[in-house]
């Protein structure tokens, strides 16, 4: 899943538009969670499990309001202009992306799934069979890529300048530590390219129409590793309202309750990791992201 802070940037416009026809036939006066739905951001609000959760926060007193928005630039500046309250649609990059491009101060309050990306083969059934020398295949777009190549460091098939970063390129390669080379490759192609090569890194999204499932990866993102972190799935708020006890509690069933997360681990076709990292620890990914991503002057 591509998202860059340049389209963020161009779309805020837009997407605070989109954002007030949304929610404007509801008003958007009272207290949220007392005198009126909390309103939250997705942008798959047909998924099945919605439905589970909105069902587990009504039983605990809670009436939640889905906003649906069509493309992922939106949610961020409707949440910042108030037109919602909370979302739940991004990782942690795109959050830091968007914060750094817009000079705003959105914050996660809750970790909600990790969708692992995986490296998947046709020649081998471990990556410790992959010869010396082989090609691996990855998306060649800029979230992705860095992501890919983080899988293959994580799976001790090549090393990068200092350790990676969701941001690193091939350039960042250290060819005389690394087992195989990249062929950054349109992402559509990852899963058609495999006969090719010793390997490829394939987004969730591609599976299907390789014959592939997520159980079929031979490597992928460990959730608890340092350099997956930044790709957790959160729930977001304003700065002002991170401490809301309504919305902290609204994090705390979507975590508890089992029809809730069962449901994204089916939607996802068991390609999604259920997480309740602690606020403090995504916080702190948050700060480093955006440092890194000043840093490499994106």
């Given at each position: 899943m591509s998202r860059f802070a340049k389209v963020v940037a161009a779309a805020s416009a837009?997407?605070?538009?989109?954002?007030?026809?949304?929610?404007?036939?509801?008003?958007?006066?009272?207290?949220?969670g007392v005198d009126r739905p909390v309103r939250i951001g997705v942008t798959n609000a047909s998924d099945p499990y919605w439905e589970h959760y909105k069902e587990a926060t009504k039983a605990q007193g809670?009436?939640?309001?889905?906003?649906?928005?069509?493309?992922?630039?939106?949610?961020?500046?409707?949440?910042?202009?108030?037109?919602?309250?909370?979302?739940?649609?991004?990782?942690?990059?795109?959050?830091?992306?968007?914060?750094?491009?817009?000079?705003?101060?959105?914050t996660p309050i809750g970790a909600t799934a990790i969708y692992p990306l995986g490296l998947y083969s046709q020649k081998y059934k471990s990556t410790d069979e992959i010869?010396?020398?082989?090609?691996?295949?990855?998306?060649?777009?800029?979230?992705?890529?860095?992501?890919?190549?983080?899988?293959?460091q994580q799976a001790g098939l090549l090393k990068l300048k200092d350790g990676?970063?969701?941001f690193s390129s091939p350039d960042d390669i250290i060819a005389a530590e690394s087992?195989?080379?990249?062929?950054?490759?349109?992402?559509?192609?990852?899963g058609t390219t495999l006969p090719d090569v010793a390997g490829s890194v394939i987004n969730q999204n591609f599976l299907d129409e390789a014959?592939?499932?997520?159980?079929?990866?031979?490597?992928?993102?460990d959730p608890n590793a340092d350099t997956a972190k930044p790709y957790i799935n959160v729930f977001v708020s304003r700065a002002e309202d991170k401490d809301n006890p309504t919305y902290l509690k609204l994090v705390e069933i979507f975590q508890n309750d089992k029809a809730t997360t069962?449901?994204?681990?089916?939607?996802?076709?068991?390609?999604?990791?259920?997480?309740?990292?602690?606020?403090?620890?995504?916080?702190?990914?948050?700060?480093?992201?955006?440092?890194?991503?000043?840093?490499?002057?994106?």
């Open positions: 837009l997407a605070l538009a989109f954002g007030l026809s949304a929610c404007s036939a509801g008003g958007n006066e009272g207290t949220p809670i009436e939640v309001e889905l906003v649906d928005f069509a493309e992922y630039s939106q949610p961020n500046p409707a949440l910042a202009a108030g037109e919602i309250d909370l979302n739940e649609f991004q990782h942690l990059i795109y959050l830091a992306q968007y914060n750094v491009s817009a000079g705003d101060d959105l010869p010396a020398g082989s090609e691996i295949a990855i998306p060649n777009d800029e979230s992705n890529q860095a992501r890919a190549l983080l899988v293959l990676g970063s969701p087992k195989v080379t990249v062929r950054p490759i349109e992402a559509s192609l990852t014959g592939l499932k997520p159980t079929d990866a031979i490597a992928q993102d069962d449901g994204l681990v089916e939607h996802a076709n068991g390609a999604a990791e259920p997480l309740t990292t602690p606020t403090a620890e995504l916080l702190e990914v948050l700060q480093k992201t955006q440092a890194d991503y000043e840093k490499a002057g994106k």
